[in-house]
């Protein structure tokens, strides 16, 4: 009880502080404030390219070309081999009929020249359209699917996948990176903000030691002060991103430039957004406490 007392007594006072050194404290949250809103700018944008890139790879698809001749007992079989591959996420059938339906629907020239095709004398191929788990095993996997009997050809973008692979891998390094570093810069912003506010409050701290509180004591009430400030701080930039992202959104209909790039859905997007900026804000702020009582001030 004794302990919990003490613990309550702690954050209590904590909380006066940060108002009772309202003009320090307001530096403080500012500062917050700004690097967080840059981070919540910079973790949108993330998640964002990453969910353009997730939907682009998993809309790669190997075209199966079965040959011409394959009667119904062989697409059966090609479908009962591709089925035991390993990276195979979806497999559809597209009829060479259907195909050609396809076609003249979408070309008056194609109907004047399929209109009287038929089984028998269409040349075209029926297909599997295959939908791989892992888009960086795709040439392994149709290199799998060349080699089952029935198969004529097969095309996935050969080349250009394998490409496209290598730059989203780098763009999502590179998301990752900036919001790492970002997170670095809001850290050594704050640790050195709140240095300022604490080295002006020395002789509080003086006073403390000289009526025998230990070094304990005397760090914890900091450390709840720079949780508060975290809290204090993350509000704006959680506010900004959950009206802000969800405006943006409704504004463009979810999507920018076209229907192939489409924005993450704002909920419950921007709510897990203020979840990391809420938890960032507070851990960076008691470890920013925590940093300037101990080093600045040799406590």
């Not at 040959?67 to 009829?95: M, W, Y």
């Amino acid at each position: 009880m004794k302990a919990i007392r003490i613990l309550s007594r702690n954050i209590r006072d904590s909380f006066k502080s940060v108002f009772r050194n309202f003009s320090l404290s307001l530096a403080s949250i500012s500062c917050i404030t700004i690097t967080l809103v840059v981070v919540a700018l910079s973790i949108v944008l993330s998640f964002n390219v990453n969910n353009f890139t997730d939907m682009v790879e998993k809309d790669v698809t190997i075209v199966t070309f079965l040959k011409v001749d394959i009667d119904e007992a062989g697409r059966e079989a090609v479908l009962t081999e591709l089925k035991k591959l390993d990276n195979i996420e979806k497999i559809s059938f597209e009829s060479k009929m259907a195909i050609a339906d396809e076609m003249m629907e979408a070309n008056e020239t194609y109907k004047n020249i399929m209109s009287d095709w038929n089984e028998e004398t269409s040349p075209l191929q029926d297909t599997y359209l295959v939908k791989v788990k892992d888009i960086e095993q795709i040439e392994a996997t149709a290199n799998q699917i060349k080699k089952i009997n029935g198969v004529d050809i097969i095309k996935y973008g050969e080349g250009m996948v394998e490409k496209l692979v290598s730059t989203f891998d780098l763009i999502h390094k590179i998301c990752y990176g900036i919001v790492a570093a970002l997170i670095l810069v809001t850290a050594f912003l704050i640790t050195n903000t709140i240095k300022i506010t604490i080295f002006s409050r020395k002789r509080e701290i003086e006073i403390m030691r000289l009526v025998g509180a230990s070094n304990l004591n005397i760090k914890i009430p900091f450390i709840f002060e720079g949780l508060f400030l975290g809290i204090l701080g993350s509000i704006i930039p959680i506010a900004a991103t959950i009206y802000g992202y969800a405006a943006i959104y409704d504004r463009m209909g979810g999507q920018v430039f076209s229907s192939i790039i489409k924005l993450v859905k704002p909920t419950p997007f921007v709510y897990e957004i203020s979840v990391i900026l809420v938890g960032i804000g507070m851990i960076v702020g008691m470890f920013g406490s925590w940093q300037a009582v101990r080093k600045y001030l040799k406590i």
